[in-house]
């Protein structure tokens, strides 16, 4: 079997919707990026890609790229998953945690674990999702930004 781990952080501004997940959560403020800054997915493609040992996100979807400006973060793991390599593999489990202090993610979890189940292919009880806060500590405890941490355990297919 294959273990791979995930980080990403991004920015909290005014202005920008807040997706996590693929999942659009009501809040005053939303992350920042190129794409449709949704760390927590973002983390996600970085631990499949780590896993299988097919470099990171910014290799695959560079930041510099129009293509990828306001793109969807699900389609860009979908396409991950549809990689020619990662057809060797199918996913053991993810599990992730999201570091934020506003707003609760608490009632959107479910939410989230279903449409990342989904878009991978995977049994929703395959997928955990976590959220705490960071203790007021730092940038993330200044509400600057939020990050994800995240991992996955893929195991060779049957020929
Ligand atoms: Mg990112």
Known sequence: MRIGIGYDVHRLVAGRSLILGGVRIPSEVGLDGHSD?????HALIDALLGAAALGDIGAHF???????????????????????EMALWRIGNVDAT?????PRLRPHIEA????????????????????????????????????????CILFPREA
């Open 98 to 102: 999201v570091i934020m202090e506003r």
């Open 112 to 151: 989230i674990q279903t449409r990342l189940a989904e878009a991978l292919g995977v049994d929703p009880g395959h997928v955990s999702v976590k959220a705490t806060t960071h203790e007021r500590l730092g940038p993330l405890g200044r509400e600057e930004g939020a990050a994800a941490h995240a991992a």
């Open 37 to 41: 800054a949704d760390v927590l997915t």
């Open 62 to 84: 560079p930041d510099t790229d129009e293509v990828w400006r306001g793109a969807d973060s699900i389609e860009l793991m979908r396409a991950v998953m549809d990689l020619p």
